[in-house]
C-alpha cells in the first residue's frame, strides 16, 4: 500500500490527474453501473451502489454522469462485467495485485499479461501474491473531520483496527467483513466519508532503487491506463530521497 500511496503522490505532482480524468470517470460508472444491476438502482436500498457512488462523488464525478450511469443497468443492451484478479511479479521481486472488471476476459487477460511482459514482469497464478496481502476495508475521511485524537476514538469505538492521520487525509482500516457496518458507526460521528472501500493492503513492503521504482512506475502506469483495470495494488517502497528525484 506504501508503494502505491507514493506512486499516486508522484503522478499527482506531475499532473497527472487532468489528463486521466476522463478515463477515471468512465471505470466509476461502470462500477455504478454493475453495482446498480446487480441489486436495486436505488442508493438506499443498495449498499454497494451508494459507496460507488459515493466513491465518484469523492472524485468529483459530475452527478448527470452518476445518474447516466445508473440508468444504463436497466438497459437491455448493457454489457456483463465480470470481476477478475490478476496477480503478478513487477521489476525487483515486487508483488502486484489487479484488479479489472471486464465484458471479454480473454482481452483482459492477453492485455495485462502483455503489460506485465513488457515491463520486465511476469504473470502469476491467482493466488501467487496474495497470501502478501490483506483484503481489507479502507476508509477516509478529509482533515476536516477531526483531529487526528477525535478520528481514533471515533474509528475505535466504531470497531476499526487501525487509522493514519496526515495533513492530506484520515485512512481507517478495518476487517474487509465488517467494512459496512464499521463505515456506518463512523458516519453518525463524523459525518459522511469521502470513500469507503475494500483494498489489498501489503504485509510487508519491499525496498526498490530509483531504476526498478521508475519501471514499476511505467508498469502501474500501463495497468490503470487499460480501460477494464480498476484498480492496482503494490507492495513496493521507495526512500524520500528517490521519491523526490522521481517527483521532480
Excluded at 29 to 55: C, F, H, W, Y
Excluded at 62 to 70: E, W
Excluded at 199 to 209: C, K, M, T
Aim: some cysteine; charged content about 30%; aromatic content about 6%.
Amino acid at each position: 500500500m506504501a508503494g502505491h500511496s507514493q506512486f499516486k503522490n508522484i503522478m499527482h505532482r506531475k499532473g497527472r490527474q487532468d489528463s486521466v480524468r476522463s478515463k477515471m470517470f468512465s471505470k466509476l460508472a461502470r462500477e455504478i453501473t454493475v453495482a446498480a444491476k446487480a441489486g436495486l438502482p436505488d442508493p438506499t436500498m443498495n449498499a454497494s451502489l451508494r459507496l460507488a457512488i459515493q466513491n465518484a462523488k469523492a472524485q468529483s464525478m459530475p452527478k448527470d454522469n452518476i445518474d447516466r450511469a445508473i440508468k444504463k443497468a436497466s438497459g437491455a443492451d448493457t454489457e456483463n462485467y465480470d470481476a477478475i484478479r490478476y496477480e503478478g511479479y513487477g521489476p525487483g521481486g515486487t508483488a502486484i495485485i489487479v484488479e479489472a472488471l471486464t465484458d471479454n476476459r480473454n482481452r483482459t487477460a492477453s492485455n495485462v499479461r502483455s503489460i506485465f511482459t513488457k515491463a520486465g514482469g511476469a504473470l502469476g497464478e491467482t493466488g501467487s501474491v496474495s497470501f502478501s496481502f490483506d483484503h481489507v476495508g479502507e476508509i477516509t475521511y478529509k482533515p476536516s473531520a477531526g483531529d487526528a485524537d477525535k478520528v481514533m476514538e471515533a474509528a475505535i469505538e466504531a470497531g476499526a483496527d487501525d487509522v493514519e492521520s496526515d495533513d492530506e487525509s484520515h485512512v481507517i482500516i478495518c476487517a474487509f467483513e465488517t467494512l459496512g457496518e464499521v463505515a456506518k458507526a463512523l458516519e453518525a460521528t463524523l459525518g459522511e466519508a469521502e470513500t469507503v472501500k475494500a483494498i489489498w493492503r501489503a504485509q510487508n513492503n519491499v525496498p526498490v532503487d530509483e531504476e526498478k521504482a521508475l519501471s514499476l512506475m511505467k508498469l502501474i502506469d500501463s495497468l490503470e491506463d487499460d480501460d477494464d483495470v480498476q484498480n492496482v495494488y503494490s507492495n513496493f517502497e521507495v526512500s524520500e530521497e528517490v521519491l523526490a528525484k522521481l517527483s521532480a
